[in-house]
């Protein structure tokens, strides 16, 4: 599903007159969203799951191409781990 079926989907379940506002309110949500894991917060949403930021460390890798030694630093990533209500519903 791309970002425009989605606003389609969220426009018609809210039952927004138009698509700009939906697609307004979309975009705000992701906008907080992602400055709540700028910041280094997470977000946890009772049935649904939690997005948080973690820390991936330091590691080497090879490069499968030429076998070389790679040095990747210590970054910071998103995960989101589904809650217990959305995963029932999706295995159904």
């Known amino acids: 599903m ?5 606003i389609a989907l969220y426009q018609e379940k809210m039952e927004i ?8 309110l979309v975009n705000g949500f992701f906008s907080a969203l992602e400055e709540v894991l700028v910041k280094g917060d997470d977000l946890s949403v009772l049935g649904f799951g ?5 820390t991936q460390s330091a590691r080497t890798c090879r490069n499968p191409k030429t076998g070389e030694e790679i040095k ?3 970054k910071k990533v998103v995960k989101f781990r589904v809650g217990k ?3 029932e519903k999706v295995a159904k």
Do not use: W
Not at 2 to 6: G, H
Not at 17 to 24: G, V
């Open 17 to 24: 007159t138009t698509k700009k506002e939906a697609e307004r």
């Open 2 to 6: 791309t970002k425009q079926e989605f």
């Open 72 to 74: 990747v630093p210590e």
């Open 50 to 54: 939690k997005f948080e930021t973690t």
């Open 85 to 87: 209500g959305l995963a």
